[in-house]
């Protein structure tokens, strides 16, 4: 036994403004099977085995195992069920080490720190966007490990470094015997 309240027909279809005459052309039309079952699921069967292929590959894959089909189709298919693989980026060395300059040595590397603002660092690095390319310039404590200092801009100018280099010099109290060391560029 149901409690709900049953809702007259008339009142279901004009609450939902379909003609009645069309509700039961609709109900009395039998489902349409998927003309991609099969197809679709082999094309999962193929993407579970192979994670790393795209449509091209998968066409041709279900080409070998005997399918008949267009590569159009199979990107349609991939799209709707979200099989689409998601490329890794090829990693790129942005840093030029191959070159005939003087290379200044590594004053920080034999470094006992025992308190704050003993040794600062600093870091450029870009954030990649939907449409464009940021720059963010840190400095950091190297004994707390802490973000001290930090900017964001749009371009990579010398304003950049200057700015994250005043927040940390305002957040944190110069002490005697601080030094900087600017390496030339």
Partial sequence: MSLATP?????????????RAGYYSWQSTPPVADPDLDLRDEIQRIALEFPSYGWPRITAELKRRGWEVNHKRVYRIMCEDNLLCLRRRKFVVTTASNHSRPVNPNLARGMMLTDLNQLWVADITYIRLETEFVYLAVVLDAYSRRVIGWALDRSLEEELTLAALRMALDRRISVPGLRSAVVPG
Avoid: D
Wanted: aromatic share 0%; proline share 8%; hydrophobic share 40%.
């Fill in 7 to 19: 809702i007259p027909l008339e009142r279901l279809c004009r609450l939902s403004e379909v003609s």
